[in-house]
């Protein structure tokens, strides 16, 4: 109780704390938003993949000087090219050719930092330090969360058709692989956003855990998607408080706790908990 | 009238079919049938353009398919779909409005109201909130007839979709395809029930890794044109038993 009050009066003090609250209730939505979309999608590994190949650009971008955003993005879209284009090229099924480019792009990315940045900073890139989120970042965020919102709500029929019936959307003439690229620019976006949170190890955690929270208590797409921004930023809220109280890495702490909404849905959700199920089975 | 001119496709290897041409009018319930692996899939896939294809156009009233995607509906071979999509059946159906709402735009009250009624159509009206998952081969088959009637659409394809359900849907959904063809709507079907041919289609074309022959039903479904693509066996239980019985 005491270390709650610690916290919340922390948040009336610092300014480092205040945005660090407030950044994590950003990338708390914008991860949820997303995320649903990726499970939808079936795409969780691409989640990940693509989540780890963009530190070659975090990497090329701080030697370079310039938007943290720019490389990413930059690499994260070469990654998802380069995955599509093993997988159409190749009899490999799509997994192994994920496999393949992301590993290859974190190993390059890990390289290039050590030869950048110092140790410690490579631990917050990995693991997320939102405790040192500058007001700079925040601004970067709110912009992204912004465009993220903006995606959804201007492409969401077309987001909906090609994640449910690819081939019905195909058959009527859309455009599905603008989309997917979009899509995979939008995830760029977010991961970039989300490394400062919990670290770009721990990102697909975020993109995946509170959406298939979701998943498990609704049957609208919609609902899908408030739910698990709701989850999400619960999920980050607790989390900052956990590692701002005992000093933990802000990634592992806001990651635990959204493992443990997901536990609770996955035993209890009305729709497919598991107790649930048992009980209306007997 | 579609048309489909020299149409060789080919996956990974040996070509599906060389220069296939085959035609299709309105105002007719077409059938396509013809043995397994046949080709029949295939030479939808290919016409729409969701298979590459290696020569070959396919034109709709003589200009290319491709820029009037719009005005066809098709709806899949046992839609390879994910069932457990958080979606339930009128959102379903509201989907069949998407190819002519612009860009930035989603269904509003009028698309509701068409929807509804395609479901009225259907006779799946009270099933609207239904999830997906939580219904029967023919119902799922009938939700998509009646995303196909909202699309409101000038040709419709419809591959196998008599497979697996019930006789009432099966019912249900001819006597759509046969409000379709009163409105001069193109309908292509695949179709593996030999048996219905007669009764169901105007014209008939079959299909072995090419067109075997096509034109008016009477005229195609012949044992000879049954032996050829399917086998003398087949064939000789579909006509000589059947005139047997009417002697
Ligand atoms: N995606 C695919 N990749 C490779 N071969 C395919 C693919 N789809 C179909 N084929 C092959 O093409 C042939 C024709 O298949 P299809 O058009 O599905 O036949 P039908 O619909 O008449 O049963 C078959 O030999 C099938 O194995
Ligand atoms: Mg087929």
Known sequence: ?282 | MIKVRDMTVAYDSAPVFTNLSIQFEPGKITGIIGPNGAGKSTMIKGLLGLTSKQSGTATLADQPIAKQLKLIAYVEQRAALDLTFPINVLDTVLTGTYPNLGLFKVPGKKEEEAALAALTDVKLAEFNHRQISELSGGQLQRVFVARAIVQDADVIILDEPFVGIDMKSEADIMAILKKWRAAGKTIIVVNHDLNKVTTYFDDLVIINHGVVAQGQTQDVFTKKNITTAFSGDLSNILFDEGEATHE
């Open chain 1, 1 to 282: 109780m005491n270390s709650i009050a610690l916290f919340i009066d922390g948040l009336t003090k610092y300014n480092f704390l205040q945005t660090a609250l407030i950044t994590a209730i950003l990338v708390g939505i914008m991860s949820g938003i997303v995320g649903s979309f990726i499970i939808l999608r079936g795409m969780s590994l691409m989640g990940d993949a693509i989540s780890h190949a963009v530190l070659p650009g975090v990497a090329v971008a701080y030697m370079l000087g310039i938007n943290l955003l720019l490389g990413a993005s930059i690499f994260g879209l070469l990654a998802a090219m380069l995955i599509g284009f093993v997988t159409m090229k190749s009899q490999l099924k799509n997994d192994t050719a994920i496999g393949i480019v992301f590993s290859s792009f974190f190993a390059l990315g890990f390289i290039l930092i050590s030869m950048a940045e110092s140790a410690t900073n490579l631990h917050h890139i990995l693991f997320g330090n939102v405790l040192a989120v500058s007001d700079q970042d925040l601004i970067t965020t709110a912009i992204v969360l912004v465009v993220v919102v903006l995606f959804v709500v201007l492409f969401y029929k077309e987001l909906l058709i090609t994640s449910f019936d690819n081939t019905f959307a195909r058959a009527y003439g859309l455009k599905t692989q603008v989309l997917h690229y979009g899509l995979m620019m939008i995830l760029t976006l977010v991961t970039v956003t989300a490394l400062q949170t919990v670290g770009i190890i721990l990102i697909v955690a975020m993109l995946i855990t509170p959406a298939a929270t979701a998943y498990l208590l609704t049957n609208k797409m919609s609902s899908m998607i408030m739910i698990a921004a709701t989850f999400s930023v619960f999920a980050s809220v607790i989390g900052l408080y956990f590692s701002f109280t005992f000093n933990w890495a802000s990634g592992p702490a806001i990651v635990l706790t959204a493992a443990v909404f997901f536990l609770l849905a996955f035993l209890f959700s009305p729709k497919q908990g598991i107790f649930i199920k048992k009980r209306a089975a007997n």
